[in-house]
């Protein structure tokens, strides 16, 4: 299984990004996905996540500002960002816990992309 990123890139603060993310191979069904974040000199970190049936879970900070969605049938997250601040600069990561067709369940992590707020 695979996990792809992409919308990441350069934005001005107040400015607005949508990530992306699309996940292929032996994959059945997947369960949770998410979209975490790390900054440089800093833990990993939660930011939002979303259930198959599209209950969501947003990191306080975020919150108001950021909106996670996902297409089941296209096996892909987004992440809507807007208001962004400079303080939202971090390599974002999805995350996916996906049932593979012999009925196994595994997380996977996409490589990451890259989102810089300047000030």
């Known amino acids: 299984v695979q996990l792809v990123e992409s919308g990441g890139g350069l934005v001005q603060a107040g400015g607005s990004l949508r990530l992306s993310c699309t996940a292929s191979g032996n994959i059945r069904g997947i369960n949770d996905m998410g979209w975490y974040r790390q900054a440089p000199g800093k833990q990993r970190e939660s930011v939002a996540t979303i259930t198959n049936l599209g209950s969501t879970q947003y990191t306080d900070s975020v919150k108001g500002r950021f909106t996670i969605s996902r297409d089941n049938a296209k096996n892909t997250v987004y992440l809507q960002m807007i208001s962004l601040k400079p303080e939202d600069t971090a390599v974002y990561y999805c995350?996916?816990?996906?049932?593979?067709?012999?009925?196994?369940?595994?997380?996977?992590w996409g490589k990451g992309t890259l989102v810089t707020v300047s000030s």
């Open positions: 995350n996916a816990d996906v049932r593979s067709r012999w009925y196994t369940d595994e997380i996977y």
